[in-house]
């Protein structure tokens, strides 16, 4: 790969053209090979250079420049990750070499003994090792011929999986080309494992319950799901990520040997990684012998945790490619691999109770109530069931001993009722008639799986309601947690939302445990939500089906909430992510009297209703251009730029006198010292930004 220089240089030249026609076939070529550094950037190594709205005007250019000509699309350009529209079905696929599993081990004795196996099969004394990390995902094998992608299978039987090329292209952390005919190699199948990052898991599962639909129960069901998808489009929003970790075949040009970096698998790791792929380069550690290694699995584990994706354990190579061939294998798995496998996150416990919750839109959800078992370091007493197709379909009953999991910060979920452990004595779960806060008669409407509480001032709902108003996604009014707003309802200072605003604050510092500084923070955090943005109002407001994204929608279309009210449902499909279960939900609530007073207080009490009013509160960054440096601590600087931009603010991607503001994070280098030399610039650090975005 070529200098970055090289590449931030001419993307800035392209960055500046205002035209574009009649390009030739070098310029089209460089113009694909600069969205694809970018992407590299963006997606492999998390460094973006330019901002996403710079990003998609480099890519407009080239769609439009293939829309001119299509005689020019490659199958390895960055805009053929889209295109082909639904799989119809899974050809079987056979590998090149048959994908084997690997052997396990628990504990340092396991690694000890394996070690002395290696070594007395090899006559060697000490083993170099290569240890990464077990990824916990779906494990895939690629093809490329030549430098293209052009085949990619699941693990299936290990001998023959499904062809699911068309989903894997959507993997933007996936090169579709790779620089292997330069090496002399023509075809060469690599291993590697596909997952969902513990953050895009927990975004997927909220839009499943925004659905009603029972959440997953973890990344790797969520991964190995999406790529069974039969509709690609899909996969690419899922924002699944790759790791390759082995090559398993190589054919070289007659006569070529190998490069050398393939004699070790360390090498091969660092080679894929400066081919473009995600490889786990800078996971990896090489240790001399098993003692080391025993010592950096012990206390790895200890940290699986800070990781952003799951790992399930470590794995433990033989380096030296020439001595792996002399292990062999089993019909199972290598000779030269161990997986070290962290402690389960499962455990089994009884359940004694099934309790029912009511939530914010009035869903009665059954919990359920186990013998509190550890997992992973956390008790685990509760563990929601969903609703009552979950039940049947998991077949569950009062006095099961269930199998329970709790992937990292995901939340606990019943994978099965150990039914073969049954005595008889196991009853059903008898959902309630009416509501267990209110008393009302429950209702079920046909085309969904939950059963309701119809009534809107059940008080269950209203602490629900206000709960979700407050919470960190929403209104996020910090202070006024749950337990607070339990005990304030109970006071009859919070019988709905909008009497957030007028809590008595004089009253409220005779409580006990709240002193006057904590009363006065609330009142400032209360204060302050006033400013918030309408998406987050929107959010806030609990509508049913209507998420951040959805949100996020429709305070783009609307510069007063209250316009909603004269929208009919055929308007609000026209709002992007809006469909007709999501229409007929806010067409509802818009027309809704007690809604609309709802809004009309929020909006008397000070509450911010319209789009445009956050800016001039916080401080508009319009017309001011940003370029951040070195690296933020509180934000990562795709959100800082998605910030400016938000606040319509510019980013440029290089230091000029044109810039209005240089961010300074960690590690800041030459771009400071141009600023500077500049003398024009505002030079200032995250916290001074964020106090200039209005968000400290
Ligand atoms: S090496 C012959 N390395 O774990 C090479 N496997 O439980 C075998 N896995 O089937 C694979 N992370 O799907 C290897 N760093 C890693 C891995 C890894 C996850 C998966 C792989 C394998 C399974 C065995």
């Not at 000890?112 to 895939?140: H, M, N, Q």
């Not at 569950?396 to 073969?420: F, K, M, N």
């Not at 008397?604 to 508009?620: F, H, I, K, M, W």
Request: hydrophobic residues 35%; proline residues 4%; charged residues 25%.
């Amino acid at each position: 790969m070529k200098q970055q220089r090289h590449w931030e240089e001419r993307t800035h030249q392209w960055l500046l053209k205002t035209e574009f026609r009649n390009a030739s076939e070098a310029e089209i070529s460089e113009l694909k090979d600069i969205l694809r550094f970018h992407e590299h950037r963006y997606y492999v190594l998390n460094e973006p250079l330019i901002s996403d709205t710079e990003y998609d005007r480099l890519y407009k250019m080239l769609e439009a420049a293939e829309r001119n000509d299509p005689t020019i699309i490659t199958p390895d350009s960055p805009t053929q990750r889209v295109g082909s529209g639904l799989t119809a079905s899974f050809h079987s696929v056979s590998h090149l070499v048959p994908m084997l599993s690997l052997e396990n081990s628990y504990n340092a004795e396991d690694l000890l003994e394996w070690d002395r196996k290696a070594r007395e099969l090899s006559g060697r004394e000490t083993i170099e090792y290569c240890v990464e990390p077990k990824f916990d995902g779906a494990s895939i094998s690629l093809i490329f011929e030549g430098d293209r992608f052009t085949r990619g299978a699941t693990r299936g039987d290990g001998v023959q999986g499904d062809d699911i090329t068309a989903n894997l292209r959507r993997i933007r952390s996936l090169p579709l080309s790779a620089g292997f005919a330069g090496l002399g190699i023509r075809q060469i199948e690599i291993r590697g494992e596909v997952l969902m990052t513990k953050a895009h898991f927990k975004q997927y599962n909220d839009l499943l319950a925004e659905q009603n639909l029972p959440p997953l129960a973890n990344p790797r069901n969520a991964a190995a799901g999406t790529l069974r998808l039969k509709d690609p489009a899909e996969v690419g929003r899922r924002n699944l990520e790759a790791f390759l970790y082995h090559v398993s075949y190589t054919l070289t040009d007659p006569g070529q040997d190998l490069p050398p970096a393939l004699q070790t698998h360390s090498g091969s790791l660092d080679l894929l990684w400066d081919l473009g792929f995600r490889s786990p380069k800078k996971e990896k550690r090489v240790f001399q012998g098993i003692r080391a290694v025993i010592d950096h699995c012990l206390d790895f584990e200890q940290h699986r945790d800070d990781l952003p994706y799951e790992i399930d354990g470590i794995v433990i190579k033989v380096n030296e490619i020439a001595l792996q061939e002399k292990l062999g294998m089993t019909t199972h798995h290598p000779r030269w691999a161990i997986a070290f496998k962290f402690k389960a996150r499962q455990a089994i416990s009884l359940l004694r109770n099934v309790e029912f919750q009511v939530g914010r839109t009035g869903s009665v959800t059954p919990v359920a109530k186990i013998d509190p078992v550890p997992i992973g370091g956390v008790t685990v007493s509760s563990i929601s069931l969903h609703n009552q197709d979950f039940i049947r379909e998991k077949n569950i009953r009062l006095g099961d001993r269930v199998l329970v999991e709790r992937a990292g910060d995901v939340i606990p979920y019943i994978v099965r009722s150990l039914t073969e452990q049954r005595t008889g004595a196991e009853t059903d779960i008898r959902f309630p008639t009416s509501c267990p806060s209110c008393g009302h008669d429950l209702i079920k409407p046909v085309d969904e799986a939950v059963w309701r509480c119809p009534n809107i001032s059940c008080h269950a709902q209203v602490v629900e309601r206000i709960i979700h108003f407050t919470s960190k996604d929403a209104m996020d009014i910090r202070g006024l947690g749950e337990a607070n707003i339990r005990k304030f309802h109970e006071l009859g200072w919070l019988p709905d939302i909008p009497s957030i605003y007028t809590l008595p604050y004089a009253e409220m510092q005779q409580l006990e445990g709240m002193g006057s500084r904590s009363v006065a923070k609330l009142q400032e955090a209360i204060e302050r939500s006033k400013y918030q943005p309408l998406h987050r109002l929107i959010n806030a407001l609990g509508i049913r089906y209507v998420g951040e994204t959805t949100a996020k929608g429709i305070a783009r279309r609307v510069s007063h909430l209250l316009e909603l009210a004269a929208f009919t449902r055929e308007d609000l499909q026209q709002i992007e992510d809006v469909g007709v279960k999501v229409a007929d939900s806010l067409f509802s609530f818009f027309q809704d009297p007690a809604q609309q007073d709802t809004l009309r207080r929020l909006e008397a009490l000070g509450v911010n209703l319209s789009s445009g009013r956050q800016e001039a509160v916080s401080g508009s960054l319009s017309g001011k251009s940003f370029l951040f440096t070195g690296t933020l601590s509180k934000m990562k600087r795709s959100e800082a730029e998605t910030l400016v931009e938000s606040m319509g603010g510019k980013l440029l991607s290089g230091v000029s006198s044109k810039l209005d503001y240089l961010v300074v994070g960690e590690d800041a280098g030459s771009k400071l010292e141009k600023a500077r030399k500049i003398g024009t610039i505002h030079i200032m650090d995250e916290d001074a930004f964020l106090i200039l975005a209005g968000k400290s």
